[in-house]
């Protein structure tokens, strides 16, 4: 088994920046393919980036893309997401997820998930 926390979230003004992290614990080198994915009041969950175990492919949302980055550190079981020029609509829950069997972009095909953290950003 795998746990996944994320750390990170808070509440910031449209504009700056954050960096989630998620730290996996337990079997650690199950997490294969891992992600970030995100849900909103009121909407379904979606998909916001992923990375393959060994960070050479990175995949993106559209609507992400050119201002968030992930990354990861095998060596300290830890998946980043680093946010920049946040907007209001980027507030939502983000949730880190573990060892993916299928389409990337799709929620279920992701076997770990940890509890999210919140951002909030603020006009």
């Known amino acids: 088994q795998v746990q996944l926390v994320e750390s990170g979230g808070g509440l910031v003004q449209a504009g700056t920046s954050l960096r989630l992290s998620c730290a996996a614990s337990g079997r650690a080198s199950s997490t294969l393919t891992m992600g970030w994915f995100r849900q909103a009041p009121g909407k379904e969950r979606e998909f916001v980036a992923a990375?393959?175990?060994?960070?050479?492919?990175?995949y993106y949302s559209e609507s992400i893309k050119g201002r968030f980055t992930i990354s990861r550190d095998n060596a300290k079981n830890t998946l980043y997401l680093q946010m920049n020029s946040l907007k209001p609509e980027d507030t939502a829950v983000y949730y880190c997820t573990g060892h993916l069997a299928g389409a990337y972009y799709v929620a279920a095909n992701y076997r770990y998930w940890g509890q999210g953290t919140q951002v909030t950003v603020s006009s």
């Open positions: 990375i393959t175990w060994s960070g050479d492919y990175t």
